[in-house]
């Protein structure tokens, strides 16, 4: 099936810092999607992104969808403590299958610097 | 308030006996889904719902049956066929399956 490669898998933030992760396939897809999950909870919808090219904000959060359509990266700028959980990417196709239409990613672990 | 909703949040059930998950939504959304999510684990798709008395397999159906007899709702039984049943279990929708999804809080089944 298609796969989505989100790096990095896991990174520590100190208050301030920004953030940069990435997803990329080898399949072209039509929407691009970042959530982000709390411990415990659902994932939460945070950006999407429609059109190649397309650089859309939501506050502190940046994220572009590839020009190759195979690609997008999430940016946060000045960290938070509220930040830290598990972003995933995901993509959407126009076809179904056993994946359904969306793709997810494995996931971003972002924790706090001890 | 719109939005979607599972039930319970925490369940605990027997090794052998079939369970029933619960999820609603009030977004008048076509489709509808369900993933298991394992620990440190992305997530997987069970089965999902593109519109009312039409459901298709996903990855992970075996062990798991659903229906879908209202619009609105899209409850997930875990059978006694399922080998290892205990999982974070998360419902989604969205308006159709070619648009982004929306989650529910999600349930925590644990089989003793």
């Known amino acids: 099936g298609q796969q989505l490669n989100q790096s990095p898998q896991s990174m520590f933030i100190q208050e301030g810092e920004d953030v940069s992760m990435n997803c990329t396939s080898s399949s072209i897809f039509n929407t ?3 959530y982000k999950q709390d411990p415990g909870e659902g994932p939460v919808l945070l950006i999407a992104l429609y059109k190649a090219g ?47 239409n969306l793709i997810f990613g494995k996931g971003t672990k972002l924790s706090v610097k001890p | 308030d719109g939005g979607i909703t599972q039930s ?10 079939n369970v029933t998950l619960s999820c609603e939504q009030n977004l008048n959304h076509d ?11 992305g997530l997987r798709l ?6 009312v008395n039409d459901f298709q397999k996903g990855d992970i159906a075996e ?7 209202k619009k609105e709702s899209f409850p997930l039984t875990v059978t006694s066929a399922q080998k290892n049943p205990t999982a974070f279990y998360l419902c989604a929708s969205s308006i159709t399956v070619y648009n982004e999804q929306f989650f529910g809080p999600g349930t925590r089944l644990t089989v003793l």
């Open chain 2, 8 to 17: 319970p949040k925490y369940l605990f059930r027997k090794e052998g006996q």
């Open chain 1, 54 to 100: 397309e650089l859309t904000s939501n506050g502190r959060l940046t994220a572009q969808f590839g020009i190759t359509r195979k690609d997008s990266f999430l940016n946060i700028s000045a960290s938070i403590p509220s930040d830290v959980g598990i972003y995933f990417c995901a993509g959407l196709t126009g076809y179904g299958g056993s994946q359904g």
């Open chain 1, 32 to 34: 691009w999607l970042w």
């Open chain 2, 31 to 41: 489709a509808m889904y369900w993933y298991r999510q394992d620990p440190g684990q």
């Open chain 2, 46 to 51: 069970i089965y999902y719902s593109q519109i």
């Open chain 2, 63 to 69: 062990g798991y049956s659903v229906s879908r007899e």
